[in-house]
Each structure stands twice: as structure tokens, then as C-alpha cells.
């Protein structure tokens, strides 16, 4: 077997999208797509520019909501994507091709949905919703120069409510999702991908039990 060495400009290797919707200023609600997403328990991490509307109103509102659009949502998510909520947009978004879009609900065509326990309303589209409230705020690249040094931020937030479709409850369960039926986004360097059908093969990792992992309320 035979490598390489290179030297990537990105490392998108293969993660869930996620559709971050944040309160504005005047109380219309602003979607923020994005790719760098993981979660701890029930916790999340999300990796964002320190400038981006999307982390200007989390920031400001401590509140915001994780939808998860499903593979075959990619034209909504092409509608947006070089869309920002930023009235003045940044220099390096303009010479990527972005514009401002106050209403990116109607641009994608897509549906607010009222959420229960945060302020930011949900997208009726999106199989999964994640009602969440921010816990921690960590600067990255801190030690690059220039404007780069802090340009992106690791926002922790927990989940406190989740919504998912019917259609994507194991059945049998209360509280767990069929793998099966679940066909998250994914973005792998740029482009958008869904899960082939079935698991490769069984996973020695599914035999723990699920609950053993839930944490205590904070």
C-alpha cells in the first residue's frame, strides 16, 4: 500500500450537516448551515467563525437549535449555502460568493416551526430537532497570526429537548433511533453525501446497552 504526504487546504472527511437556527436582534430567526458537528453525551460541539451571524446570536441569546436535514435534502441546502444572516458581509465571504439573506426560511423553502424551550424556531423539514442552551465557549487557532488568531470558535451547548420523526423510532423503544431508517446529510470536502443502505457489518460496540451511556441533568 502506497501513501502520500499532502498538504490539504481542508479536512472534511465526513460529517453530519447540521442547520443551526439562531434568534436575530428583531426576532426573526436565522439558519446557519454547517458541517463541523460532534456530540458527547448530550452534548455538542459545534465549530464556528467567530464572526458568523450564526455564533453573533448564540452568543448574545444562549440559545439555539440543531435540525438535521435528511440525504434528500440537498437542494434546500444548496439554496443557502452561500447565504449569510450578515447585513455588512465579512471581505473573505464576499470573495467566496456569498450575499446576505434575511429570510433564508423562504429561500430554501423551508417551514419555522415554534420551539418549546428556546426562543430560535425549528425547521418542520428536518427529521431531527435539537432544542439546545449554550454551556461553554473555547477559542481556536490562538496561536496564528494576524486576523487568523481566534477566527473560529468551539461553542459547546446542551440538548434539551430532541424531536425526531416517527418514522425513526426503534421500535420497541422509547427513547431510541432506528439506524436503519435514520439518512443523515453528509459533507465530505465540500460535496454532499447519504449513508448506503444497511451497516457494513455488525458493530461489537451496538451490544452495550444505550442507557448505560445517558448522563445526569445539569
Known amino acids: 500500500m502506497v501513501y502520500t504526504v499532502i ?8 460529517t453530519p450537516v447540521v442547520l443551526v437556527t439562531t434568534r436575530n436582534t428583531d426576532g426573526t430567526t436565522n439558519i446557519g448551515p454547517i458541517s463541523s458537528a460532534f456530540w458527547l453525551g448530550n452534548r455538542c460541539m459545534l465549530g464556528l467563525e467567530n464572526n458568523s451571524q450564526t455564533t453573533i446570536n448564540l ?5 439555539c437549535v440543531l ?4 440525504d434528500d435534502m440537498v437542494p434546500q441546502v444548496n439554496a443557502m449555502a452561500r447565504t449569510t444572516g450578515s447585513e455588512e458581509v465579512p471581505a473573505i465571504k464576499v470573495m467566496l460568493g456569498y450575499r446576505h439573506d434575511k429570510d433564508k426560511f423562504k429561500t430554501a423553502g423551508l417551514t419555522p416551526m415554534k420551539s418549546e424551550l428556546v ?3 425549528r425547521i418542520a423539514e428536518c427529521p431531527v430537532q435539537m432544542e439546545t442552551e449554550l454551556a461553554g465557549q473555547y477559542e481556536m487557532m490562538s496561536n496564528l497570526p494576524g486576523e487568523a488568531k481566534g477566527f473560529t470558535l468551539a461553542i459547546e451547548v446542551q440538548v434539551r429537548k430532541t424531536y425526531v420523526q416517527e418514522s425513526l423510532r426503534l421500535a420497541g423503544h422509547e427513547n431510541r433511533v432506528d439506524p436503519d431508517a435514520w439518512r443523515p446529510m453528509i459533507m465530505s470536502f465540500q460535496h454532499l453525501y447519504g449513508l448506503k443502505d444497511g451497516p457494513r457489518e455488525k458493530s461489537t ?7 448505560l451511556y445517558r448522563l445526569p441533568e445539569a
Request: net charge negative; aromatic share 12%.
Open 7 to 14: 498538504k490539504a487546504a481542508i479536512f472534511y472527511w465526513g
Open 119 to 121: 426562543r430560535p424556531d
Open 59 to 63: 452568543l448574545r441569546e444562549k440559545q
Open 205 to 211: 460496540l451496538a451490544n452495550i446497552e444505550e442507557e
Open 67 to 70: 435540525n438535521l436535514p435528511s
